[in-house]
């Protein structure tokens, strides 16, 4: 088999397996909400913890949400699963705001904690893979961390400590990643949110969604050698 074909073949495998998990993500996240619509906890009166601390406590609740979703996705919650409850608690618009600026604050807290904290920790314990990633993350950091939160493959937590730990600048690596968040923020937080749309035509949008997402990510992987490298560190993938 040449070179070229083992290649294409690595990159069917990652773009597979990436879809697919994207894909259980939104079963998961459906399946919760008919668990909680079946248990009388529906879209109106909210999660009880949701309308107990956060929906309609104005500034307050928003606050908390910022500082819980930043501190679950800062350990290694899904930024998709923050979106999918901002949508629950607030709506599409304010939902995807608001968990887009927990899940940014999320970021930086575990790059800080990489970079200034417990650099010599994280090393030790980073797999070998991500120590590599310093040269695709160093060089034009801004548009590789652009690119990676594109894909729906890799680990959030994972990314952020492998750029912690690399030469990356922390600002573009922020500005990227909040930038590259924003789609599935936006499809999650629209799976969530009880806007006036029958739940199929919501699900169906957000699945729609999140493959022209997922494709536009593909794309620019395919097109930039760099974000390949990074994206198959960071999955786990042999290089490509």
Known sequence: MTETAENGKKET??????????????AVLVGVGLL???????????????DTWVRGRGLTGEMLFVILAAVATAVGLPRQLAAFLGGYAFGLIEGTGLSLLGAVFGCIISFGVARWLAHDFVVRHLPRRLRRADTFLADNTFSMALLIRLLPAGSNILTNLAAGVSSAGAVGFFFGSALGYIPQMVIFALLGSGINLDPGV???????????SAGLGFYLYRRYRAARALATEISGEEPL
């Open 13 to 26: 495998r990652l773009v597979a397996r990436s879809v697919l998990r994207g894909l259980i993500v939104i």
């Open 36 to 50: 909680l619509r079946a248990a009388g906890i529906d879209q109106e009166s909210g999660a009880r913890f949701i």
């Open 202 to 212: 919501r699900i169906t949008a957000s699945v729609a969604l999140f493959l022209a």
